[in-house]
């Protein structure tokens, strides 16, 4: 007789409700063992990316999507709109911050990711990627050695878990009042270039980790031409000979995380500069090699506007919002948990009400910091809120995936992206790593 099959349900939920650092190691070991004998594979998305930068495909851009919260239930439905899409461009990504916030750190996280595609029985390469991995300018400004030694330990941790895509945010170093735009960029190329090297140092034999760099921070103004050929510039030159650099830039083009919230609650409108957009990724391929522009904070912009990015040829988008808000409004969300999330809120979110906020401004921005609070209820909410919510959540995917032209490119993935193994060393003891909820998302 065969050994019983594995209930990768029941090993999700215990994963997901432990509270014990060791058992999630050994639940997530657990999962990742099944997934390399079904041929899923944590990978880097490097290989692709160098491709597109070579001018060797073009004409999609590749979702980077957010879970903080049913993520087991919403990675499936990703997976589903992948499969039925011939699809196999697509990033799961976690920011610095939504680790605190949502009581994700990524051992658990990757973990889920690979779970979901076990279940839908997803084969080949699944990205994982680190979001966000952001400086503290307050703290670099205070001690910057101390403050990049805590995002060293959270990249050590992240590339563990099989985080093999780390996108790196010192764009908060920028300096506006410098008269040069050198100048401006210096603490942003020069951090990014170490936090890079201190990557290569830590990937696994054989992985190439695809590394992001920011110019322009999400919320503040246009990125321009000038600063990307100055952020290159330094970068390349402040980054060790030999080494590989990053594979893509995240600019500013007008978007902010989470959008502009209304007193109603209602999202405002915002003009997203698509000429920015198709620019900066065209000089990005063709000075210097990249994949092209990244961008932010997009998951709030109107429907119609998401064709817009695969024809300005931008290589990757960031959604994180809009799925967050899908699943605290859908009809199918317990009306009482809700109400419970905005109790606890006015308690323990009271410091950031800011003067003037309505009620319907302070829950819809600070509602995501209750997810970690409730992920295990909401993780045990019945099977078939669960099912309904992800089934409008995969109605969106799928609209997604075909706004970005993301469709029947698997086997060009496949090209490009090398299945590897890695067998897990044990590792001597770093930094312990604070999920702190700080930095962007």
């Keep these: 007789m065969g050994r019983k099959p594995q209930d990768i349900d029941k090993i999700v939920m215990e994963l997901v409700n432990s509270d014990d650092a ?50 087991y239930d919403l990675a499936r439905a990703m997976f589903k709109v992948a499969i039925r899409n011939n699809s196999g461009a697509f990033i799961f990504e976690i920011a610095k911050s939504e680790m605190g916030y949502t009581a994700q750190p990524p051992v658990e996280y990757s973990a889920v990711i690979l779970a979901a595609a076990i279940k839908e029985g997803y084969k080949g390469p699944v990205f994982v990627q680190g979001d966000h991995f952001q400086v503290n300018a307050k703290k670099f400004k205070e001690d910057a050695e101390k403050e990049l030694g805590s995002l060293k330990a959270l990249i050590a941790e992240a590339v563990e878990a099989g985080f093999y895509n780390i ?17 401006q960029q210096f ?72 959008g502009v919230v209304l007193p109603d609650g209602s999202i405002a409108q915002v003009k997203l500069d698509f000429d920015t957009l198709k620019t900066l990724s065209r000089l990005a391929r063709e000075e210097f090699g990249l994949a092209g522009a990244v961008q932010h904070g997009a998951s709030t ?26 699943i605290l409004d859908s009809r199918h969300f317990p009306a009482e948990l809700k109400a419970k999330i905005y109790e606890w809120l006015k308690v323990n979110a009271a410091s950031e009400r800011k003067e003037g906020e309505t009620e319907e401004q302070f829950f819809y921005k600070s509602r995501k910091k209750a997810l970690g609070p409730f992920k295990k209820e909401i993780m045990a909410l019945p099977k078939e809120i669960k099912d309904a919510i992800s089934s409008e959540i995969e109605a969106k995917f799928e609209f997604l995936f075909k706004q970005l032209n993301n469709v029947d490119n698997r086997e060009l993935v496949n090209k490009y992206i090398t299945l590897k193994r890695v067998i897990s060393r044990k590792r001597t003891e770093r930094e312990a790593v604070v999920h702190d909820g700080e930095g962007a998302d």
Aim: proline share 4%; hydrophobic share 35%.
């Design 22 to 71: 060791a058992a999630k190691k050994a639940l997530a070991a657990k999962i990742r063992a099944l997934a390399y004998k079904k041929g899923i594979y944590l990978s880097s998305i490097q290989g692709l990316y160098e491709a597109r930068g070579k001018g060797e495909f073009s004409g999609f851009t590749v979702p980077a999507v957010n879970l903080r919260s049913m993520t």
């Design 167 to 183: 996108d790196i945010d010192s764009s908060t170093l920028v300096d506006l009042a410098k008269p040069e735009v050198r100048k």
């Design 187 to 258: 603490n942003n190329y020069d951090v990014c270039a170490r936090l890079t090297q201190y990557i290569r140092q830590v990937q696994p034999r054989g992985i190439e980790v695809s590394v992001g760099g920011e110019i322009g921070e999400v919320g503040a103004k246009n990125s321009t031409p000038e600063d990307l050929r100055a952020f290159m510039q330094g970068f390349r030159e402040r980054l060790r000979k030999g080494r590989k650099g990053i594979s893509k830039i995240s600019i500013q083009t007008g978007t902010s995380h989470g």
């Design 301 to 326: 912009l109107p429907a119609e506007a998401f064709h817009n990015f695969p024809a300005a040829e931008t290589a990757e988008v960031h959604l994180a919002t809009e799925f967050q808000n899908m």
